[in-house]
């Protein structure tokens, strides 16, 4: 067995997507096996070394910074066994969800529903509670059938419905805070497509029609762009119809040159002269047409997005939707935001996992953006006051500023995880700051 790779001092230095955490651990490795993960965690208790394992770098928070061992996944991604029976399908941690999809559409096989990016790993994005949008079929942790953890002793164990279930239902979600997860295994359905409408509708109509359009749809979202009444709405519906995908110039003009390099350069501008930012969004609502197509599900799902920004989002009772979003709009109209980057609306139903954020009950995610170069902090902190105001979870993987005061009132299964941690963890060999704001000490 090869040893684990060792970065020199130039080659430690972390990171994130977004430019806005950084890390420059004592040691970083990538292991190759889960025998190498356990050694590593082993070696790291010996030298008194937290340990952190990264995903690819799309998390806002520091969910992945540490000062002791990081561990990164790129040598972790292998694809252990694809059963197209039973539709179980294991990978290891670091294999990118864009990897996954391909390998299964390989096989005939798909994710039932998945977040609109591809680039993180599959342990990154499970374990910061990755969602998507859906009526009938919930997040990336409601589909998953066993995790293979390394615990803080350095013993591998696996969890799932019938083993272990109580560490199964609390690690899907976990930050990495009960363990390194070295593979995961998911349970997959049959490849599909789906047929994509998407449609500009102004403010009031979204809002208006809001219930009809996600009983409507499997899959519904929306784009409201501040400042204007202009929103885009997206529904995604399976079909039996021979695929018929964007022709290639149209997908270049609007997902590539349209949402990536002009909204890229509309961000530059934005930033140096913003008092063009409502005539900008104006324009931007308008130029983001009608459009339908038919292709595989991932396809659909997932979209490029190159142009760097900062993020927050809450879940919230879905029921508090439309009062949220009204009262949300009117806050533009009493702060000084001038904000270029759209507000995304997905809706989900319930989910099992602990820390889910639509733990048992259907939930409304609404996220917040701004360009990566731009202050966040008055927008967010105004958008939190609200979203908590109505009992909202934040994204463990996107901006906030709550703590574990605050997420035992809206998450009831966080004593529990806290115990599980406590038996399992009691060193807080995973720990680090951020786990330490949202879990406690």
Known sequence: ?????????????????????????????????????????????????????????????????????????????????????????????????????????????ALANMGDIQQQTVAGALQTGTHGTGRDHAGLASQVAALELVLADGSVVTCSRTERPELFDAARVSLGALGVVTAVTWRTVPAFRLHAREEPMR?????????????????????????????????????????????RARHWLDDEFLSNSVFGGLQRLTRRLPAAI???????????????????????????????????EYAIPREELVPTLRELRALFDRRDWRISFPIEVRLLPPEDAWLSMAHDRPSAFIAVHVYNRNPHE????????????????????????????????????????????????????????????????
């Not at 001092?9 to 977004?18: E, S």
């Not at 928070?61 to 252990?80: E, F, I, S």
């Not at 806290?418 to 399992?424: S, T």
């Open 1 to 109: 067995m090869s040893p684990a790779r060792t970065s020199g001092a130039p080659d430690r230095a972390w990171r994130n997507w977004a430019g806005n955490q950084r890390a420059v651990p004592r040691r970083a490795l990538t292991p190759r096996t889960t025998d190498e993960v356990v050694e590593a965690v082993r070696t790291a208790a010996e030298d008194g070394l937290t340990v952190r394992m990264t995903g690819s770098g799309h998390s806002f928070t520091a969910a992945a910074v540490t000062d002791g061992l990081l561990l990164r996944p790129g040598g972790l991604t292998a694809v252990r066994s694809v059963d197209t029976a039973s539709g179980l399908v294991t990978v290891e941690a670091g294999l990118p969800l864009h990897e996954l999809n391909r390998i299964l559409d390989e096989h005939g096989l």
């Open 203 to 247: 403010w009031e109509e979204v809002l208006d029609r809001l219930d009809e359009l996600a009983d409507a749809n499997e899959h519904f979202e929306f784009y409201w762009f501040p400042h204007t009444e202009g929103c885009l709405t997206k529904r995604n519906n399976r079909t039996d119809r021979a695929a018929a995908p964007l022709p």
């Open 278 to 312: 409502g005539p900008v969004n104006a324009v931007s609502a308008r130029a983001l047409g009608a459009r339908t197509y038919i292709d595989t599900s991932y396809k659909v799902f997932t979209s490029p997005r190159r142009v760097r920004f900062k993020e927050q």
């Open 378 to 441: 008055d927008y967010f902190t105004g958008v939190e006051e609200l979203m908590t105001s109505v009992g909202g979870r934040p994204h463990w993987g996107k901006l906030h500023t709550r703590d574990a005061a605050y997420l035992e009132k809206v998450y009831p299964r966080l004593g529990a995880f806290r115990a599980l941690r406590d038996e399992l963890d009691p060193r807080r060999r995973f720990a680090n700051r951020y786990t330490r704001q949202v879990f406690g000490s």
